[in-house]
């Protein structure tokens, strides 16, 4: 009896054993760097960046009316390109094309002003990219700030700014400013203060000769003391 029983416990423990090591494998999607996408996204970016600012160029021979025209079309039918990689692959990271890739297709999100609720989910995408390391967090803050901007809530990063009437930047629609540092710097942003003078800077030199109109030959920086 005995040994019919030992016979039995030795049974069940190899069983058990054998449970214990059968074991469902992980797959892990390896994700393919997509050349052509890394193109596409470039050939976007460029033309993107001629409708984001001011007319250069040919462009200075279109009147108010076709410049609002050429800018609001090329938002609009980039948008929907985004929106249909989006809905195929995600937010696009560094694995799938790059840095440069990834950063251009941030750009192309940043600016589809029109669809806040696209931007709200890319948002979310963008965040595990972000703590994965493969998207930039700059940009992550950058993409907060506009969707808080486009649904009517203030910043968090103090990322999106207006000008005052001597051309010096101000973040809008930012009430409490308490921990904005810190928050900026979690992400790789630069201070406050700099990020004004800069945006001041810029303004100005894109602005020259509306600023000497008015008499202002240089830009009014804050003072960082």
């Known amino acids: 009896m005995n040994k019919i029983y030992g016979i039995v416990l030795i049974g069940l423990a190899m069983l058990g054993c054998k449970e214990k090591t059968i074991e469902k494998p992980t797959f892990i999607e390896k994700v393919v760097f997509n050349q052509d ?8 970016e460029k033309v993107d960046q001629i409708a984001a ?7 200075t021979k279109m009147s108010e009316k076709e410049w609002t025209s050429f800018k609001d079309s090329v ?7 985004v929106e249909e990689i989006f809905n195929e692959v ?7 094309a790059g840095k440069e890739g990834s950063d251009n297709f941030w750009v192309l ?4 002003d029109h669809k806040p609720e696209f931007q709200k989910k890319v948002l979310e995408k963008m965040k595990v990219q972000v703590d994965r390391g493969n998207a ?9 700030d506009r969707v808080q901007i486009n649904t009517g809530e203030e910043q968090l990063y103090g990322t999106q700014f207006e ?12 009430s409490d400013t308490t921990g904005i540092n810190a928050r900026r710097i979690s992400l790789g942003l630069t201070p406050m203060i700099e990020r004004m003078n800069e945006m001041t800077l ?6 020259k000769e509306h600023f000497a109109e008015k008499g202002i030959t240089e830009p009014k920086l804050y003072t960082t003391d």
């Open 109 to 112: 999100v940043q600016h589809a």
């Open 75 to 81: 938002f609009a039918t980039h948008q929907k390109r």
């Open 53 to 59: 600012y001011i007319p250069q160029g040919e462009y």
């Open 163 to 174: 000008y005052n009437e001597f051309g010096q930047a101000f973040p809008k629609n930012i």
């Open 37 to 44: 996408l890394k193109d596409e996204l470039k050939r976007m």
């Open 202 to 207: 810029f303004h100005f030199q894109m602005n």
């Open 136 to 144: 930039t967090a700059e940009y992550y803050g950058y993409l907060v």
């Open 90 to 96: 995600g937010f696009v990271g560094y694995d799938q």
